[in-house]
């Protein structure tokens, strides 16, 4: 009697988790049409950041998804507010690298931004993993699956069939599958933990924490300007700028 209860109670909490995450997944769904017939209505900037925080609000609680940073960079790219889009269009490329709308607009966004700054030398590991730029996020994670599931097949046909041919295959697949793990790796470090990040309005860089510093470069910071952060300290992150050093910033003048 104890034991049926228990199950159906497991049961019902299944249930429960199911009908939630279809529940989660319809109303973001809603929410992303919504957006797109904000965006095709939309005649002014204003209209245009309208849309573009309704696609913000589906990017919650580390909600990832190509989709909506694609449609979020397109809106900002409207309303002029061309930092932001940058941010969204390379937030978008891992999960859609061969998409040539993306490249096509974030080259654009690239080419307006007021504060474009020389692009930062690839990671080493890039020319290593000559692949990495052909498949998306999702997709390395499943070749990985499929390389270990692969090597795992094979070795038990080689201990069944008793062919040594199909151990060393299994070694060669097991082999891609780690290599390709560590390319995977990289590309969850780059999606979750990234240290990319975007001036998006005119800025002051500082010497050090706060406004009382020096500015750190001659000039302000435009919209537009690429940099990666080297050190976070509450509401001021230290950035790299490429060609012109390192400078402090606030937070709430940047994209990350």
Same mark, same amino acid.
């Given at each position: 009697?104890?034991?049926?209860?228990? +199950?159906?109670? $497991?049961?019902?909490? !299944?249930?429960?988790?199911?009908?939630?995450?279809?529940?989660? +997944?319809? +109303?973001?769904?809603? /929410?992303? &049409?919504?957006?797109?017939?904000?965006?095709? +209505?939309?005649?002014?900037?204003?209209?245009?950041?309208?849309?573009?925080?309704?696609?913000?609000?589906?990017?919650?609680?580390?909600?990832?998804?190509?989709?909506?940073?694609?449609?979020?960079?397109?809106?900002?790219?409207?309303?002029?507010?061309?930092?932001?889009?940058?941010?969204?269009?390379?937030?978008?490329?891992?999960?859609?690298?061969?998409?040539?709308?993306?490249?096509?607009?974030?080259?654009?966004? !690239?080419?307006?931004?007021?504060?474009?700054?020389?692009?930062?030398?690839?990671?080493?590991?890039?020319?290593?993993?000559?692949?990495?730029?052909?498949?998306?996020?999702?997709?390395?994670? /499943?070749? &990985?699956?499929?390389?270990?599931?692969?090597?795992?097949?094979?070795?038990?046909?080689?201990?069944? !069939?008793?062919?040594?041919?199909?151990?060393?295959?299994?070694?060669?697949? $097991?082999?891609?599958?780690?290599? !390709?793990?560590?390319?995977?790796?990289?590309?969850?470090?780059?999606?979750?933990?990234?240290?990319?990040?975007? &001036?998006?309005?005119? /800025?002051?860089?500082?010497?050090?924490?706060?406004?009382?510093?020096?500015?750190?470069?001659?000039?302000?910071?435009?919209?537009?300007?690429?940099? /990666?952060?080297?050190?976070?300290?509450?509401?001021?992150?230290?950035?790299?700028?490429?060609?012109?050093?390192?400078?402090?910033?606030?937070?709430?003048?940047?994209?990350?």
């Amino acid at each position: 009697m104890i034991r049926a209860a228990a +199950s159906l109670l $497991v049961l019902f909490a !299944l249930s429960f988790a199911v009908f939630a995450a279809e529940a989660e +997944s319809g +109303s973001r769904e809603r /929410t992303f &049409v919504r957006a797109l017939e904000r965006f095709d +209505s939309a005649k002014t900037p204003e209209d245009y950041r309208q849309a573009a925080g309704m696609f913000e609000s589906l990017l919650e609680g580390d909600y990832q998804n190509g989709a909506v940073y694609y449609n979020l960079g397109n809106a900002y790219m409207r309303a002029g507010d061309f930092g932001k889009a940058i941010a969204a269009y390379r937030k978008a490329k891992p999960f859609r690298p061969r998409d040539p709308y993306l490249d096509a607009n974030l080259r654009q966004a !690239l080419m307006l931004a007021p504060g474009k700054l020389p692009e930062a030398p690839a990671p080493w590991w890039k020319p290593v993993f000559f692949w990495s730029g052909w498949m998306s996020f999702p997709e390395k994670f /499943t070749a &990985v699956l499929a390389g270990f599931c692969c090597g795992a097949v094979l070795a038990a046909l080689g201990l069944l !069939l008793r062919r040594k041919r199909l151990y060393w295959i299994s070694g060669v697949a $097991v082999m891609i599958a780690v290599i !390709l793990s560590a390319d995977a790796a990289l590309a969850y470090a780059d999606v979750y933990h990234s240290r990319r990040a975007v &001036v998006v309005h005119e /800025t002051i860089a500082r010497k050090g924490i706060g406004k009382q510093w020096e500015p750190a470069f001659d000039q302000a910071l435009k919209d537009g300007a690429e940099f /990666t952060i080297l050190e976070r300290n509450g509401d001021w992150v230290l950035g790299h700028f490429e060609g012109i050093g390192d400078g402090w910033l606030p937070r709430e003048s940047i994209a990350e």
